[in-house]
């Protein structure tokens, strides 16, 4: 148990250093410069909407591009002023050969590509509702591991598991693309007491399910899933529980 235990923490170690970009000190060269082709941009304090405006960039002016995030472009102004601009103004900013910038809009190229994805699905575990987040890595386009935390809420008990799985996706550029998945994982059982004060329980299970992704727009798609799980007890017979979950997921 205790090595089932340091397999999953490791896992979730090696997924966050994977799905994670570390800070370097680059210099100006190191980014990408654009100049300004409408009369102005507007630069954000932070990447949405809601941040205030706080500086401008005239035409004719050049801006260095330094990373992005979701629809907006963290840049870097003459007069060294860092801020956000959205992917919309920066359609409008020409590269220096006069071209227009392309900005990298995610699309259904993208979604097959993934590397990292993250997402929340609920749903009906063995009659108990259950809420579930998930990371996942894709090391080709039809294989992937992911890491899953789960807590589902019964009338009787409550009940916590963690799964690490291994997916197969056969048709990864389909616009609805099925796949199966096989785990292991440790499930913790904490019934709700009355009059008598029961032990919790812990188990190991193992996962065989199938499912579909879906993808609807930018960098978001749709998973639903059933899973059968068997749990092994210290009893004579295990159990054997189904699930069904449909939730939203985002990809990198």
Known sequence: MTALKSGINGFLILLLILGCQTATADSDEDYQQVSVADPFIEMHTGPGRGYPIFHVVEKGQSILLIKKRTQWYKVKSPRGKVGWVHEDQMEQTLTPEGERYETEKPTKEGFVNRNFEAGALAGDFDGANVLTLYTGWSWTPNISTELTVSQALGNVSDIQF????????????????????????????????????????????????????????????IRAEYNSYTILTSRNDNDQVEEWKLGFSVYF
């Open 162 to 221: 963690a799964t690490v799985n291994i997916m197969h996706q056969p048709f990864p550029e389909w616009y609805v693309s099925p796949y199966v998945k096989l785990g292991t994982g440790i499930i913790t059982t904490k019934p709700r007491a009355t009059l008598v004060f029961p032990e919790d329980r812990e188990d190991e299970l193992l996962v065989a399910g199938i499912g579909f992704r879906a993808y609807v727009s930018r960098q978001f798609f």
